[in-house]
């Protein structure tokens, strides 16, 4: 659990940076609905710091600088803040993520929840823990399911398909959330608190970490076509238990 040891430490200290926000002031990435804070840049700027004193020949990718990334054989693929919108507007459901990889394999993840203090890691063959204690996937039923989802919020002209995937989801299963932070829904899926997850945009930044979670505690993870996923580009997710991952592609054979 090498990298496990060294970076928890880290990311809490992170997340420090994040419960200190007063008053938080805006950036618009793209326009008013794709924002960034002072503070996704500095937890950014204080975790490339922090990892590259650690790990100097690793590459990153990284949500806020997507300029300056630099590829190599072993990459961090990190977001500083996940559940930007809910941290602007005081909802206090984010998390920092973290994907440590090796070319198109994760070998850790580490997704971090400042304001509770949860703490969900993966190493690859080592399992997947909350705040150090083994978790897995639940083993629920379609009619017994939690469903979380994302609703593509930087690329709108998913959000039919995504509304018409939630209703036939909402026809035969128990519940559907909208929690706003891809990390933290895969992470919640990955120890049974949902019991699948989808969206039909994401970008690396915010599944890398959350994908290891979801396969070391059991579950399935896979774009809408049932194929793995390129840790390097936006992709469509899909994750869960083996009765809600094969349900919900076969909605999808229909919608798509
Ligand atoms: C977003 C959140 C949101 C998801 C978006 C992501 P950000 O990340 O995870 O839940 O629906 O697709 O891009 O912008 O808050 O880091």
Redesign the pocket.
């Known amino acids: 659990m090498q990298y496990i040891e060294k970076i928890s430490p880290i990311i809490k200290k992170a997340g420090e940076i994040i419960l200190g926000a007063k008053t938080i002031n805006l950036e618009e990435k793209t326009n008013y609905q794709n924002l960034v804070t002072e503070f996704d840049k500095k937890v950014q700027a204080y975790l490339v710091k922090e990892l590259k004193s650690i790990y100097p020949e690793y590459g990153f990718l990284n949500?806020e600088d997507t300029n300056n990334n630099e590829l190599k054989e072993y990459n961090f693929i990190i977001?500083p803040?996940?559940?930007?919108?809910n941290f602007i507007h005081g909802l206090q459901f984010s998390a920092i993520s973290i994907g440590i990889v090796q070319n198109q394999k994760v070998l850790a993840g580490l997704i971090y929840n400042p304001y509770n203090k949860e703490l969900f890691t993966a190493e690859l063959n080592h399992g997947a823990y909350l705040n150090n204690t083994p978790i897995t996937i639940s083993n629920r039923s379609f009619k017994e399911a939690n469903i979380g989802f994302?609703?593509?919020?930087?690329n709108r002209e998913y959000l039919s398909k995504t509304y018409q995937l939630v209703e036939k989801c909402m026809e035969t299963c128990r519940e559907t959330r909208r929690f706003?932070?891809?990390?933290l829904d895969l992470a919640y899926v990955a120890c049974g608190r949902f019991d699948g997850f989808f969206?039909f945009?994401?970008?690396p930044w915010?599944f890398a970490a959350g994908l290891l979670l979801i396969k070391e505690a059991g579950g399935i993870i896979t774009d809408f076509k049932g194929n793995d996923v390129d840790l390097y580009h936006p992709t469509t997710i899909l994750a869960g238990n083996h009765n809600i991952h094969p349900q919900i592609l076969s909605y999808l054979k229909a919608i798509l």
């Open positions: 949500e977001d803040i996940d559940g930007t919108t994302g609703a593509s919020p930087y706003g932070t891809a990390a969206e945009h994401l970008f915010d």
